[in-house]
């Protein structure tokens, strides 16, 4: 069956652009999560859904970067006025439910690159 | 507070055997395990909940010792394919939907 995927696998964006991440989850997944990935390290938390609703954001590391998830499936991850710090793998994971201890399913992640 | 994997990084030879901690300073509700190729996708692996519980794949062990708050993966008769960056993700007690923090990961390279 189809899993989580990310739309683009890459993108170069130059410094004070604006970009738009996408995520397709696996359907019916309640849950969804985005994390950041930089080179040589373990994920980050950003921000977490429970269908549309943003019930956790504390991981956005500025006001530049929002979430959303309008209809409980597809989520986009909006950065503006790029910066090189941005630079990294944006990583989506759902999972099935919204309890805890559930496995979480990751897509292949949009590197983006910061020029 | 991000859990901390030992060791860093490990080296084996097809059929050897491997531990990789994880190690963390609060209380944990699980502990989730994930392999990560070069430019490819986490995949999972194992959970292991508090109270004992686990989910995971058929060839792959690890434990979960809450009092100290550690879990363990264990790799048996490696294989090529074993080759990775290995991420525990923990899941606090007080936590609602799943948020994880992952550790800074552990290097496995499997030589044939």
């Known amino acids: 069956g189809a899993g989580v995927s990310q739309s683009p696998r890459y993108k170069v964006a130059k410094r004070g652009q604006d970009v738009a991440l996408r995520c397709d989850p696996i359907s019916g997944h309640v849950s969804l999560f985005w994390y950041q990935q930089a080179l040589g390290q373990g994920p980050e938390f950003l921000t977490y859904f429970q269908n549309e609703a943003q019930l956790d954001k504390s991981g956005l590391p500025s006001d530049r970067f929002f979430a959303e998830r309008p209809e409980g499936s597809v989520s986009t991850l909006k950065i503006q006025r790029t910066q090189q710090e941005d630079s990294a793998v944006y990583l989506c994971?759902?999972?099935?439910?919204?309890?805890?201890?559930?496995?979480?399913?990751f897509g292949p992640g949009t590197r983006l690159t910061v020029l | 507070q991000q859990p901390v994997q030992s060791p860093q990084a490990v080296i084996l030879r097809e059929g050897e055997d491997a531990v990789i901690n994880c190690s963390s300073s609060k209380a944990l509700y699980s502990v989730h395990w994930y392999r990560q190729k070069h430019g490819e996708a986490p995949v999972f692996l194992m959970i292991l909940l508090k109270g004992g519980e686990q989910k995971g794949h058929e060839k792959i062990s690890a434990s979960f010792n809450e009092k100290k708050q550690q879990s363990s993966l264990y790799l048996t008769a490696s294989q090529l394919s074993y080759s990775g960056t290995y991420f525990c993700g923990t899941e606090r007690g007080y936590n609602q939907g799943g948020k994880l923090i992952f550790g800074q990961g552990t290097e496995l390279s499997v030589k044939p």
């Open positions: 994971a759902s999972s099935k439910s919204r309890t805890r201890g559930d496995t979480q399913y």
